[in-house]
């Protein structure tokens, strides 16, 4: 037994000092080297990785961190995935990806033969139905929207702030971090046909005040899009207020960038015994997807939204009417000589349609 625990500190010393990843190497040594990998190479945002390492800490290196990789076998992570299945589908689908991406570093440094996590059980999410807002239904959310504002609290009443943000959700599709980090200079209203370009997105991290990231979500997230006039007038009206330092449409009292965490825990109280409950910020970006994808089809819905792909755009953001379109004068065409058939002799009625 001590010739064992003897063999297993040195290899412990043997991996930190040289930064080796072997058959021998524990889990938990593995996810350091991992996160300090990702870090270095300057590819994946501090908020990433700081949801990296809590799902390290809290989901998988609690039961499997002491783990030699030897011991990692598709077995035993796959009866983790499962128990986390029971908590939910999002814990097991965030320790997957985590297992899966350090175990291939393993696998490049010879560690194991192959990757235990990429045979595990399939993650089946059920399909959920795409819901989005219809123009009636607005009229109940900003009128929920006023009823918060002027509601009897103690401290500061609520600015317009909230209200006009959800507006301008509704006139651009924008997610709620891209307009919260939206700046004067991003937006003309002097054009013939004033614009707003999305240039940035709001981050916080842990141990660090929140702050405008300088390019949104993805390349193709960078965008102009044209204003509606409602959009004009309610900027318009902002733009008469005192200016901040930070050039912010939106700007907190104290003259900093809102937190997106702040504004969807207002949300939830507002949208609270409207019938809206299932609604999110994201729902007005759904909505516009709708409404644009009806009039104007799915390729201009997703260039509003700035998806990289129209199809992203159908799977997830346009919502099925619940009834199709009436082409029941088309249909008809399909009649043919019915009415020959089922009553000989009869006059032939006109059609104006054939196949």
């Known amino acids: 037994m001590a010739e064992r625990a003897l063999r297993e500190i040195l290899a412990d010393r043997a991996t930190r000092a040289g930064e080796l990843i072997t058959a021998e190497t524990r889990l938990s040594a593995l996810a350091e080297l991992w996160l300090a990998r990702l870090d270095s190479e300057g590819r994946i945002e501090a908020t990433t990785l700081n949801e990296y390492r809590r799902v390290l800490d809290n989901l998988v290196l609690p039961p499997l961190g002491g783990l030699r990789l030897r011991e990692v076998t598709t077995g035993r992570l796959d009866r983790l995935l499962l128990k986390l299945r029971e908590q939910s589908i999002n814990r097991q689908r965030k320790a997957k990806v985590v297992l899966g991406s350090m175990l291939d570093l393993a696998v490049r440094h010879d560690a194991i033969p192959a990757n235990p996590a990429r045979n595990t059980s399939r993650i089946h999410r059920p399909k959920q139905q795409t819901k989005a807002l219809r123009v ?18 103690p401290g500061p009443k609520p600015t317009q702030d909230m209200g006009e943000i959800v507006d301008l959700m509704l006139a651009t599709g924008c997610r709620i971090g891209e ?14 046909h004033p614009t707003l370009t999305v240039s940035g997105t709001i981050k916080t991290e842990p141990g660090k005040s929140t702050y405008r990231k300088a390019t949104p979500k993805s390349d193709s997230s960078a965008r102009t899009v044209v204003l509606p006039a409602f959009a004009v007038e309610l900027l318009l009206r902002r733009a008469e207020t005192l200016p901040n330092e930070l050039d912010a449409v939106f700007a907190t009292r104290n003259g900093t960038w809102h937190q997106v965490v702040n504004v969807e825990r207002r949300w939830r109280t507002i949208r609270k015994d409207t019938g809206f409950d299932w609604g ?10 709708t409404l644009l994808s009806e009039q104007a089809g799915d390729e201009q819905a997703s260039r509003q939204l700035g998806h990289s792909s129209s ?33 000989p002799g009869a006059p032939t009625k006109p059609r104006d349609h054939q196949l």
Request: net charge negative; hydrophobic share 45%.
């Open 311 to 343: 199809q992203i755009t159908r799977d997830f953001y346009i919502a099925k009417p619940a009834v199709a379109a009436d082409l029941s004068h088309l249909l008809q065409s399909l009649a043919g000589d019915l009415d020959e058939a089922t009553n």
């Open 280 to 289: 999110t910020p994201h729902t007005f970006r759904k909505t516009v997807a």
């Open 136 to 153: 009636e239904d607005l009229t109940e959310i900003r009128a929920a929207v006023r009823r918060w504002v002027n509601q009897e609290r």
């Open 179 to 192: 307009i919260l980090a939206l700046r004067w200079s991003d937006i003309d209203l002097n054009a013939a």
